[in-house]
Nanobody, 118 residues
């Protein structure tokens, strides 16, 4: 069973910062597309940011310029640095690893709560 282990969620005031981490097995981290998704109450899960094995990144428009996704290949860990947090960023954040082959291989972390409130 593949495990993606997340950490770093919590509560912060608007304008504050948090950093999320996701540790993955080396066999996954080295070749899968890694990403962060979030799901707010009553809403669908949405992509926040993704990073390919070679480092190319993609961001949702709502977080561009505020969030930074990165990866530490030596430690098989992905990060999401979240700055200037807004109340609408409140959600459960999930780490994802996906390999687009037949069949598609898709793994999820357990989720970590981020709450932005004054």
């Amino acid at each position: 069973q593949v495990q993606l282990v997340e950490s770093g969620g919590g509560s912060v005031q608007p304008g504050g910062s948090l950093r999320l981490s996701c540790a993955a097995p080396r066999s996954i981290f080295s070749s899968y597309l890694m990403g962060w998704y979030r799901q707010a109450p009553g809403k669908q899960r949405e992509l926040v940011a993704s990073i390919a094995s070679r480092g190319s990144t993609n961001y949702a428009a709502s977080v561009k310029g505020r969030f930074t996704i990165s990866r530490d290949n030596a430690n098989n860990t992905m990060y999401l640095q979240m700055n200037n947090l807004k109340p609408q960023d409140t959600a459960v954040y999930y780490c994802n690893a996906i390999l687009f082959q037949i069949p598609v291989r898709d793994y999820w972390g357990q989720g970590t709560q981020v709450t932005v409130s004054s």
